[in-house]
């Protein structure tokens, strides 16, 4: 199955990519994809804008990291026009927490569920690192950056 048909078997669009900044969405060097940090973002609207621990609840997180790492595969797609013949080498989610938050991993489990649903598990689970920060651009609860392959 190609990963576009099992994006509309998963009902998922990509979105075309946005900034919050002077950057590129998506660089390509040699065989590898460096994707920025992708917001929680979905029309033009962050999701669930806080904190994980005070405003934003664990299911909400999930979701917001889900949708970072749909925003990083639109990136990938606009830069590409394809994404056949790649695989993930790492994700870093960032999490907006409250200092007593320890579940930085569960949240970001959200994104690394979608990419293995997307590309499988030899080619969707990479490695990855889960951090807890103080804030994140536009109160987005969640930042994705991700490192692929093309292959």
Do not use: K
């Amino acid at each position: 199955m190609t990963i576009a048909a099992r994006l509309e078997e998963l009902g998922i669009t990509l979105p075309e990519p946005s900034t919050a900044g002077v950057y590129r969405p998506a660089v390509r060097s040699g065989t590898q994809i460096y994707v920025a940090g992708q917001l929680a973002m979905r029309d033009g609207v962050i999701l669930y804008p806080g904190h994980l621990g005070r405003e934003v609840s664990m299911p909400e997180g999930f979701e917001a990291a889900r949708q970072c790492a749909i925003n990083g595969l639109g990136a990938v797609q606009a830069l590409l026009g394809s994404l056949e013949e790649l695989r993930l080498i790492r994700a870093v989610g960032y999490v907006a927490a409250t200092p007593e938050f320890s579940e930085h991993p569960a949240v970001v489990n959200g994104a690394s569920e979608l990419l293995r649903d997307v590309f499988g598990e030899e080619r969707g689970l990479g490695a990855r690192v889960a951090f807890g920060v103080a804030s994140l651009p536009m109160r987005s609860p969640v930042e994705l950056e991700l490192l692929m392959e093309t292959y």
